[in-house]
């Protein structure tokens, strides 16, 4: 009785430890090949029903214009690199916002400076290793990743 009592006890150890084992999953590329262009509504939310996103743009605006009492923004750009942060801009924007992805929301990861005057036409490519940030109207290009600009990578075109 003891023997099997025993046999039981360490079988269900066995099955439970081995049932908890953490699955992983390693060299994932979280990179969107080709930036959205998202209109936000009335109250300011912009979603990407093709890459399951949606937020506010209301405080990017604030941080900007020191303004969010209506939506200012007429197109939000958004592109995400291969280790799944998303960078986000706008026309009239100053920086380029480095959102990390965090339970139900974004949080700032760096704040990037890349233009005194604010960007006329931005868009985004995906050059990799790099997010590169284009103002179409200036041809400046940026090459950027999640911790600023790459220096070597910055020009006028």
């Given at each position: ?40 509504t009335y109250d300011g939310t ?21 303004d969010s009492s209506s939506v ?86």
């Open positions: 009785m003891k023997t099997s009592r025993w046999f039981f006890l360490v079988l269900a150890a066995f099955v439970f430890t081995s049932a908890c084992k953490t699955f992983k999953v390693e060299n994932v590329n979280y990179a969107q090949q080709v930036e959205s262009v998202l209109v936000p912009v979603t990407d029903a093709r890459y399951a996103i949606s937020f506010n743009i209301l405080p990017f605006q604030y941080q900007e214009m020191k200012k923004v007429e197109k939000v750009r958004l592109i995400r690199n291969q280790r799944g942060y998303y960078f986000i801009t706008a026309n009239g924007f100053s920086n380029v916002y480095v959102m990390e992805p965090i339970d139900s929301g974004l949080r700032l990861k760096e704040r990037i400076a890349v233009s005194e005057t604010g960007l006329e036409a931005p868009a985004f490519n995906l050059r990799h290793p790099y997010i590169q940030l284009i103002d179409t109207k200036t041809s400046k290009i940026i090459s950027l990743n999640e911790k600023g600009i790459n220096k070597k990578e910055e020009r006028e075109s």
